[in-house]
């Protein structure tokens, strides 16, 4: 069957597991791993986790919390403390 199939319905097969299903792409949850990346910060790649009213900023790589941003934050309030986790230092 794998023969007759048209190169977008072989890439639907592998991605969804059918050649006729639309692939889905997870894009939030604890297990997307987000770059915070620009300028000339150190980059983050990060995990969040809600946690009541905040979420935790957590290392994809050592799973150590890094911070956490309030969910009922104005963007200022939240881009100065992911800031701050960028220069924090953590290596990872």
Same mark, same amino acid.
């Given at each position: 069957?794998?023969? @007759?199939?048209?190169a977008? &319905?072989?890439?639907? $097969? $592998?991605? /969804?597991? =059918?050649? +006729?299903?639309? %692939?889905?792409f997870?894009?939030?949850?604890?297990?997307? +791993?987000?770059w915070? @990346?620009?300028?000339s !910060? %150190?980059?983050?790649?990060?995990?969040?986790?809600?946690? #009541?009213? &905040?979420? /935790?900023? &957590?290392? /994809? @790589?050592?799973?150590n919390?890094? #911070?956490y !941003? %309030? +969910?009922?934050?104005? /963007?200022?309030?939240i =881009?100065?403390? !992911? +800031?701050?986790?960028? &220069?924090? #230092?953590?290596?990872?």
């Amino acid at each position: 069957m794998m023969d @007759t199939l048209t190169a977008e &319905q072989k890439i639907r $097969q $592998q991605l /969804a597991g =059918s050649p +006729v299903k639309e %692939p889905h792409f997870q894009h939030e949850g604890p297990d997307v +791993v987000r770059w915070i @990346t620009g300028g000339s !910060l %150190p980059n983050m790649h990060v995990t969040f986790h809600q946690q #009541g009213n &905040q979420v /935790a900023v &957590q290392c /994809a @790589t050592c799973e150590n919390i890094i #911070g956490y !941003l %309030p +969910v009922d934050s104005e /963007a200022t309030d939240i =881009s100065s403390r !992911l +800031v701050a986790m960028r &220069q924090s #230092g953590h290596d990872h």
